[in-house]
Antibody, heavy 118, light 111 residues
C-alpha cells in the first residue's frame, strides 16, 4: 500500500519561502505516475498546485506558476514543493498526492498545515 | 483555464434516500486521447479527500456500488443510490483533461 507523508515547517513568515517534502513509501517515486501537490485553505475548497513526473517534467497551476517549484529526489524516494514570496493567502493544509494516468488522485498524504504569519 | 461548477453547494438528505450532485465544466473535458478525465472525491471532516470515481464512471477500488457517475462533454453527475451516515462530508469533482481543477465542493449532510 502506497503511503505519502508531508513534512516541513508549520509556520512561515510573509515574503519568505515555503518548503515541504513528501516521503513516499510502499511504492517507487520512479513508477509511471505523476506526483502532485494540492492545498486547502482552512474551511475552503481544494486547489491544485502542480505536479512532477519521474522524468522530472513538471506542470504548474498557471495562477501559481511564477512562485512554484516542484522537484524530485529519487535517491530518497520523495518529492518537494517550494513556494516563494508567501502571504497570508498561502495559509493552508498542503497535501501531497499520487496522480494516476487515468486522471485520478488515488493516494493522499494526511496533509500538513502551513501558516503564514509574522 | 477550465472552471468547474458544482450544484447544489449544500444538500440535506434523508438516510436511505438517493442524492445527486451535478458538475459542469466551462469547456469540454473530452481529451484528444479519447478519454474524459473527470473524477469525484469525498472528504470527511479532518481527513484528506479520497477518490470515489475516475474517468466519469469508474469506481475506485473499495468504493461501494451505491456510488455511480455519469455524463459527457461538460455535464457530469454523481449519484448515491441510498445515502448512509458515512456518506456525509464534502464532494468534489475534478477535471484532469487540462492541468487539474476542482469544483467548489458540495456539502452533504443528514436531515
Amino acid at each position: 500500500q502506497v503511503q505519502l507523508q508531508e513534512s516541513g515547517p508549520g509556520l512561515v513568515k510573509p515574503s519568505e519561502t515555503l518548503s515541504l517534502t513528501c516521503a513516499v513509501s510502499g511504492g517507487s517515486i520512479t513508477s509511471n505516475n505523476w506526483w502532485s501537490w494540492v492545498r486547502q485553505p482552512p474551511g475552503e475548497g481544494l486547489e491544485w498546485i502542480g505536479e512532477i513526473f519521474r522524468s522530472g517534467g513538471t506542470n504548474y497551476n498557471p495562477s501559481l506558476k511564477n512562485r512554484v517549484t516542484i522537484s524530485l529526489d529519487k535517491s530518497n524516494n520523495q518529492f518537494s514543493l517550494r513556494l516563494t514570496s508567501v502571504t497570508a493567502a498561502d495559509t493552508a493544509i498542503y497535501y501531497c498526492v499520487r496522480d494516476q494516468d487515468y486522471g485520478g488522485f488515488d493516494y493522499w498524504g494526511q496533509g500538513t498545515l502551513v501558516t503564514v504569519s509574522s | 483555464d477550465i472552471v468547474m461548477t458544482q450544484t447544489p453547494l449544500s444538500s440535506p438528505v434523508t438516510l436511505g434516500q438517493p442524492a445527486s450532485i451535478s458538475c459542469r465544466s466551462s469547456q469540454s473535458l473530452a481529451h484528444s486521447d479519447g478519454n474524459t478525465y473527470l473524477s469525484w472525491l469525498h472528504q470527511r471532516p479532518g481527513q484528506p479527500p479520497r477518490l470515489l470515481i475516475y474517468k466519469i464512471s469508474n469506481r475506485f477500488s473499495g468504493v461501494p456500488d451505491r456510488f455511480s457517475g455519469s455524463g459527457a462533454g461538460t455535464d457530469f453527475t454523481l449519484k448515491i443510490s441510498r445515502v448512509e451516515a458515512e456518506d456525509v462530508g464534502i464532494y468534489y469533482c475534478m477535471q484532469a483533461t487540462q492541468f487539474r481543477t476542482f469544483g467548489q465542493g458540495t456539502k452533504v449532510e443528514i436531515k
